[in-house]
């Protein structure tokens, strides 16, 4: 839809610059460009430019892009990826309206009003740096290092982390990405394989492809599920394990609508049964397993029935699926996930689908865990210095880890604790950098006192998402489209084919508008006024990006001559390393105080007139990341609540009533959403999408749509092994008209 914007009010918002703002007045103006009437389909004058790498989620797929002057009007894939290839994902395409989102935060700013409710004045990026680094620095000077923390995210957020960590030497740094998500899985396998998973299974080429809470089509990350729907087409048998119908469920030949929170008594009862009936691989235990013998003692009371009756499902089924397995082993693709900081006892959860992947002698086999071998580049950034661990909150009196297994940085609850009570030492100064904490971690009250108490805050962000509320100077980043930064290394994704590996840089595309600036820039002008300007490793990004590619013999001139990518002959990903293990009973693990064979941990259940909340992906949004782009939410503007049908006629409920939520410590929703009944999901929970009900004004078509289900997690479990936290251990009613109403336990 073609439309027209005027300079008018940007230049009515430029004129107030030296003084404070209402929120809207400084960021959410208009864009200041004015479009051009679209010329035709095919015009001479469109220019292919090369480099891209997306940034809508994780998964990073290779671009190009198309530009007409100096504007971008269309993404695509890269012909010459081995990755992602010509296919982008409805996100990717809709790049282009983050671009140009109105809403972006454009100019430094500074609050002047309160944290929660700031009222935002423009400022130089002279003002602002210099009040970033005085205040941190003076900060450090009377607290130490350790006075200061740090919640970062994305590609851009680790050079100013490593300077955080390495230069200044705090420990205080948490990850959403690793506490809230991935860490337990990491930590999980590199205690039983020795290597992170990642989600390195060879779909492809499976006959069995074995899905634990993973909801693929759901969350589309291109090759990932070009490997799945590969596999599938391919004639591979599809095993799905989850409380709901999902678009993963929908295409499954067996689904498990197994209880929330007893994976684990599900994965020990299908271990137990191949263990008794002889049905795993003994050549490869013999060869590659340790701790077998302990391993077949620890699991050994786990009938079918016991884990039928704990995890209301049919024996028959739990058979049914460990037996498709062992008939299909070794070529089965037992996934490990992604975001699995579910119920507080996922370390052993995820141990289990280790363990099954060995019993079953999946490693290093078609179809099984193949790690494809990528090409090696450089790794600059911030030396590291010794800065010791007499201020690491994960270490107890005696030196010894609190959480042992915890992924890199510090727990987040370590952090709040220690910022809320002084003990054992304050923590002053916070830097959030590319994360929304207020949104990702569980207990945003307790988030929002930890802010409340800081000496200073400072946030750097592309969208005025809403932990930029409680920002002291608010900084703009420019976009995955206008930078350089990420080098991404891989294969190409279907291991039946050659094997080849590549190489691309994420190249800016155009030029950052308004006065946006790279982390590199904002990093090291930090660093200057701090006193380290003679640690600084790089004085610009792209001669970052260019030193790391220097190892692999390349330079971004040469990526940019040949396409953005430069492709390699690749390597056998299925030959076994020689020093690999499984321990299927790990005596650190038991030496640390912890079950050395996984073991189930029962978890609460829902008590009476409450549901489990359980939350997920959609296809369309990367959580709150993308609320605010008009493309994506004209195509799902909020999330609905999933309720069984059965229980909601029960409850009076039908397909579009408009609902809200109160959970078990009466905590509710601010905003509502609608109810979508089926028969898809289990009487004993709800699910909505994650990343809905943003609070701040500034994202004008996101704000106040669906809802927050981030707000309502207030109830915070912490995994014992890995200090990360569980996020599906919080309860709900519904509320309609003003009325709680209860949801029936059974049917």
């Not at 070009?226 to 993963?248: C, T």
């Not at 410590?665 to 905003?671: A, F, L, M, P, W």
């Amino acid at each position: 839809m073609a439309f027209n914007i005027t300079r008018r009010k940007f230049l009515q918002s430029a004129s107030l610059a030296a003084v404070a703002l209402p929120l809207s007045g400084a960021i959410a103006s208009e864009s200041g460009i004015t479009r051009s009437p679209l010329e035709p389909k095919g015009s001479l004058k469109d220019e292919t430019v090369v480099g891209g790498v997306c940034e809508m989620c994780f998964w990073r797929c290779q671009l190009v892009g198309k530009k007409r002057g100096d504007r971008l009007v269309k993404l695509e894939g890269n012909p010459k990826s081995i990755d992602n290839g010509t296919t982008i994902c409805g996100r990717g395409n809709a790049g282009i309206q983050l671009l140009y989102d109105p809403d972006r935060l454009k100019y430094p700013l500074k609050n002047v009003g309160e944290r929660g409710n700031p009222k935002w004045k423009r400022i130089s990026w002279k003002e602002a740096l210099d009040e970033c680094g005085t205040k941190l620095k003076a900060i450090r000077d009377k607290y130490g290092p350790q006075g200061l923390c740090m919640f970062p995210h994305g590609a851009t957020a680790k050079y100013p982390m490593h300077f955080m960590e390495r230069t200044i030497g705090t420990h205080n740094v948490s990850e959403a990405s690793f506490f809230q998500c991935r860490g337990i899985r990491d930590t999980a396998y590199l205690a039983t394989i020795g290597k992170a998973p990642n989600e390195d299974v060879d779909m492809a080429n499976a006959k069995v492809i074995f899905l634990l809470g993973c909801h693929f089509g759901e969350n589309v990350h291109v090759s990932h599920i070009k490997r799945y729907i590969q596999g599938l087409q391919n004639g591979a048998k599809l095993i799905v394990v989850d409380p709901r119908y999902s678009a993963s469920a929908a295409k499954s030949d067996i689904w498990v609508k197994i209880k929330p929170g007893t994976d684990t008594a599900f994965l020990l009862a299908i271990m137990n049964y191949l263990v008794v009936n002889k049905k795993y691989d003994a050549e490869f235990i013999d060869e590659y397993g340790e701790g077998f013998e302990e391993f077949k003692q620890g699991i050994k009371d786990w009938s079918l029935a016991k884990a039928a009756k704990e995890c209301e499902i049919p024996v028959a089924q739990i058979k049914e699926v460990a037996d498709m397995l062992a008939a299909n082993a070794p070529n089965v693709s037992i996934h490990p996930g992604r975001h699995v900081s579910w119920y507080g006892n996922d370390f052993q959860r995820q141990r289990s689908l280790a363990c099954l992947t060995g019993l079953l002698g999946a490693y290093f086999v078609k179809g099984g865990w193949v790690p494809g071998k990528a090409p090696k580049v450089g790794k600059t950034s911030w030396a590291k210095k010794d800065h010791g661990d007499e201020h690491n909150l994960n270490r107890n009196a005696d030196e010894e880890p609190l959480y042992p297994y915890s992924p890199p940085g510090t727990p987040t609850d370590l952090i709040r604790d220690a910022a809320l009570t002084g003990k054992p030492y304050p923590i002053k100064g916070a830097v959030i950098w590319g994360q929304n904490p207020i949104q990702t971690i569980p207990g945003q009250e307790k988030m929002k006192k930890v802010l409340q108490q800081m000496d200073f805050v400072m946030c750097v962000d592309v969208m005025p998402t809403d932990i930029t509320m409680w920002a002291d100077i608010l900084l703009p980043e420019a976009s995955y489209l206008e930078r350089h930064d990420l080098i991404k290394t891989g294969t190409q994704w279907d291991f039946a084919d050659k094997q080849q590996q590549y190489i691309t840089a994420r190249m800016p595309l155009v030029a950052p508008m308004f006065e946006r600036k790279d982390h590199v820039y904002i990093t090291n002008e930090i660093a200057r006024r701090m006193g380290y300007e003679k640690d600084i490793p790089v004085q610009t990004v792209a001669e970052l990006v260019d030193k790391d590619l220097s190892v692999a013999k390349l330079s971004l001139a040469q990526l940019k001559k040949e396409g953005g990518i430069h492709l390699l002959e690749g390597k056998n990903p299925y030959e076994m390393p020689d020093d690999f293990e499984i321990y299927f009973y790990n005596e650190d693990i038991a030496d640390a105080g912890f079950p050395g064979v996984p073991t189930y941990v029962p978890v609460e259940q829902s008590p009476a007139g409450y549901a489990r909340l359980l939350y997920g992906r959609v296809p369309l949004h990367t959580f709150n990341r993308t609320q605010n782009n008009v493309w994506l939410h004209h195509a799902m503007p909020d999330n609905p609540v999933w309720i069984n049908d059965k229980v909601a006629t029960k409850m009076g409920l039908k397909d579009g009533d408009v609902v809200g939520f109160i959970n078990q410590e009466g905590v509710k929703s601010r905003t509502t959403t609608t109810v979508k009944t089926t028969p898809g999901i289990r009487t004993d929970a709800v699910f909505m999408a994650h990343g809905y009900g943003t609070a701040n004004p500034l994202m004008s078509v996101a704000v106040n749509a669906g809802v927050d289900d981030t707000s309502l997690i207030t109830k915070i479990t912490v995994d014992p092994e890995t200090g990360a936290h569980g996020m599906r251990t919080n309860f709900v009613k519904l509320t309609k008209d003003g009325k709680v109403i209860d949801i029936p336990a059974a049917v």
